[in-house]
């Protein structure tokens, strides 16, 4: 049945269940100069590739294969992209957490959405200060704040339906609501973000 239906159509779909990524993606790429994004777990979400000339892909949920092999999905980019020049899309149907020998080490951004722990795996693709984009939900922006290859370097929030880049006050950030000792090992067997004072609905680190 998904043979029927149109690349653009799943996209839709998928992007109205957890909601529209666009100006998360669109407002990265005007802050920085992003030339190539990584995105273990992404599932079928190719926004990235309409705001970054380079985007690589890394899911193996079922079906995830058969929806980047699309004819079709070219066209869907082609159609959104904000940039000059064609588009460079690849996809692994890898689990992430298993290296990947042919894959550059000089990514600009590692995307970690609802994934896992994303950066502790990936974070060897990623350029010196190239940027991790991360979420809270699997625990993955504490094993970052934790990491001390990775700095905290902004957090993204939104105010009156429109997101924002602060860098102030991040000092302020990953101070948990009761005094525990907080490790690695105790994030991955929990796998879900701890209770902070202060939280943001996407974190910025940059790799140093």
């Avoid at 669109?26 to 990235?48: H, M, N, Q, V, W």
């Avoid at 105010?159 to 880049?165: E, G, P, V």
């Avoid at 302020?172 to 902070?196: A, C, D, N, S």
């Avoid at 202060?198 to 910025?204: E, H, R």
């Amino acid at each position: 049945m998904h043979n029927t239906i149109s690349s653009a159509e799943l996209y839709k779909n998928y992007m109205q269940k957890v909601g529209d990524r666009t100006e998360l993606f669109e407002l990265l790429g005007k802050k920085f100069d992003i030339e190539s994004a990584l995105y273990p777990g992404s599932y079928i979400d190719i926004t990235p590739s309409f705001f970054y000339r380079k985007t690589v892909y890394i899911d193996n949920f079922k079906k995830t294969d058969k929806f980047f092999s699309k004819r079709n999905l070219l066209s869907l980019i082609l159609k959104n992209k904000k940039y000059e020049g064609e588009p460079i899309l690849q996809f692994y149907f890898r689990d992430y957490t298993k290296k990947i020998e042919e894959l550059d080490k000089n990514f600009d951004l590692l995307i970690s959405l609802y994934a896992g722990f994303v950066s502790k795996y990936c974070k060897k693709y990623l350029t010196k200060e190239g940027l991790l984009l991360v979420n809270n939900s699997h625990g993955d922006a504490s094993m970052a704040d934790l990491d001390k290859e990775f700095i905290l370097y902004g957090v993204i929030y939104r105010s009156n339906r429109k997101l924002y880049l602060s860098q102030k006050n991040l000092e302020k950030f990953f101070v948990p609501k009761k005094e525990r000792e907080i490790t690695m090992e105790y994030l991955e067997k929990k796998m879900k973000g701890i209770g902070y004072k202060k939280t943001a609905s996407y974190y910025l680190f940059k790799k140093v």
